[in-house]
């Protein structure tokens, strides 16, 4: 899809109008007073959520309610014109022109729209052969002139574009978006968009000692890799670390099979990892990025590594292995400890790790952990601009009780049905030694089971936008 400029001049025919409520001057001039007639009649007053189609002789007009223009933010516009976006689509619009008013020509704002519309439109249909989607927007103009907005809408793309690429991944089954799929995508975006990659095999991670990744690969007939990106735009290191099973079943200590399959995406932080090492490069971020995405399937084969085990990881520190479920901190324990290998200034990992931060913080919120509060701070701050929203639960020391094992340096388990977001924080914790370091549940955020806001049914692609808005401000107070 494209995104053009246009002048108002030549909008044509198929227009989106956004309207403050009860503020009609512009909408009224386009609508030839129509606009005004259904609010009159409280059929469209420019509130908030609120959505109107007018058909015109040669097409139609989107109200769009913005709601009161005092009270107006980036979300609410990220959401008014998705929604009209996807009316357009629903209404199989192929082109359409878009108003931005005058008080979104700001860069935030006409960002916020391009988004909000691009997130939208997104459908994951490629596996669809008979009810094909012919439903397919092909161009939007912005009718605008405005340089901030014109830097603002390539900005959009870029961080969009990212965002799409990651819930592609992620919408894949796992027969086919297997650890050397992912290592493929990020072979091919690192050539296209200039990052470094390098893709680990079994072999390979043999000889490395990457024991806590090897030991959850060993129920499966796929093997394992390890994928690590760097971005080189600046001195100053920032280490990215994405869990990446392909498919958890819970291996010998098997999942129930309700809504198994949607442990497909338990590979979401890694896809996430490389969606924003994608749009770092292509943003030149003044930063060098690195990115490490440990990835296998989880699986109880005959070979499967079971409860009781002990793995000595690539620290040197070992593991008892009491539930395989728990796996993605173990796979996770091998990517930070490689991360510290790169003298990062900060580590942040993203993992849909604990079903317990679901329970804690539901579709709506990613579980923020960590052992420095001006990264804590800072993440909470985009995750706010972003509306990727970020919670911080507590991490005292008190809590490492739950993870001390009788006969290993710890255990994979945390105290039954008691804090189990943070005791998996706290295993990971032990393999970031003395790095500032960030984690980000996204058990509940990476997903959908249904169509949000400018948020499908799949894959979301959380943490990508977030990652992006702290990187860009990394530097600032
Ligand atoms: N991938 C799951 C976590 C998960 C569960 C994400 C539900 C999204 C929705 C993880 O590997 C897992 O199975 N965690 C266990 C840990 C437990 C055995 C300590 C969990 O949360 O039940
Ligand atoms: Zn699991
Ligand atoms: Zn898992």
Redesign the pocket.
Request: glycine share 24%.
């Given at each position: 899809m494209k995104i053009s400029f246009a002048n108002k001049e030549s909008a044509g025919n198929e227009l989106i109008v956004p309207v403050f409520e009860n503020e009609f001057q512009e909408a009224e001039k386009l609508t030839g007073g129509i606009a005004r007639k259904l609010a009159s009649k409280k059929e469209f007053e420019g509130k908030k959520d609120q959505i109107q189609v007018v058909h015109t002789q040669n097409g139609k007009i989107v109200l769009v309610g913005l709601g009161d223009s005092q009270k107006l933010s980036l979300e609410i516009i990220r959401q008014a014109y998705g929604k009209a976006a996807s009316v357009m689509r629903d209404n199989s619009t192929k082109k359409f022109s878009v108003i931005l008013p005058e008080c979104l020509n700001s860069f935030d704002e006409a960002k916020a729209a391009v988004e909000g519309m691009l997130l939208s439109l997104y459908k994951f249909s490629s596996f669809k052969t008979v009810e094909k989607d012919e439903k397919i927007v092909e161009e939007i103009f912005l009718l605008s002139d405005d340089s901030e907005a014109k830097r603002a809408v390539k900005e959009a793309i870029i961080i969009c574009d990212a965002v799409l690429f990651t819930r592609d991944l992620q919408n894949h089954p796992s027969s086919i978006a297997t650890p050397q799929m992912l290592g493929k995508k990020a072979l091919e975006s690192a050539k296209k968009f200039g990052f470094k990659c390098k893709v680990y095999g079994k072999n390979e991670l043999e000889k490395m000692g990457m024991n806590a990744i090897l030991a959850v690969n060993k129920g499966s007939a796929i093997p394992p890799a390890l994928i690590v990106m760097e971005y080189n735009g600046g001195k100053e290191t920032i280490c990215l670390v994405g869990k990446g099973?392909t498919f958890?079943s819970?291996g010998i200590?098997l999942?129930p099979s309700a809504a198994m399959d949607?442990?497909k995406f338990?590979m979401s932080g890694g896809a996430a990892v490389i969606g924003i090492m994608q749009a770092a490069a292509r943003l030149k971020l003044p930063l060098r990025i690195v990115g490490i995405v440990p990835s296998t399937e989880?699986m109880p084969g005959g070979k499967a590594y079971k409860p009781g085990d002990i793995i000595k990881t690539y620290l040197g520190k070992t593991i008892e292995v009491l539930?395989t479920?728990?796996?993605?901190r173990i796979i996770l324990s091998d990517g930070l400890a490689f991360a510290q290998k790169f003298k990062p200034s900060a580590i942040i990992d993203y993992a849909?790790?604990?079903?317990?931060c679901?329970v804690a913080l539901g579709n709506i919120t990613a579980g923020l952990m960590g052992n420095d509060d001006q990264l804590i701070k800072k993440i909470i701050e985009a995750g706010n601009a972003t509306n990727e929203k970020a919670w911080q639960l507590p991490m005292f020391d008190d809590y490492k009780e739950d993870i001390k094992s009788q006969v290993a340096d710890i255990k994979n388990?945390?105290a039954k049905g008691s804090a189990?977001a943070i005791s998996?924080a706290m295993f990971l914790k032990e393999f970031v030694g003395n790095c500032k370091w960030a984690h980000l549940d996204i058990?509940?955020t990476a997903w959908t089971t249904k169509d949000r806001p400018y948020k499908p049914f799949g894959g979301t692609g959380f943490g990508v936008r977030l990652t992006i808005e702290l990187l860009k401000n990394w530097n600032k107070q």
């Open positions: 099973i958890d819970g200590s999942k949607e442990m338990d989880n539930d479920d728990a796996e993605g849909t790790l604990t079903g317990a679901v388990l945390g189990g998996a058990a509940g």
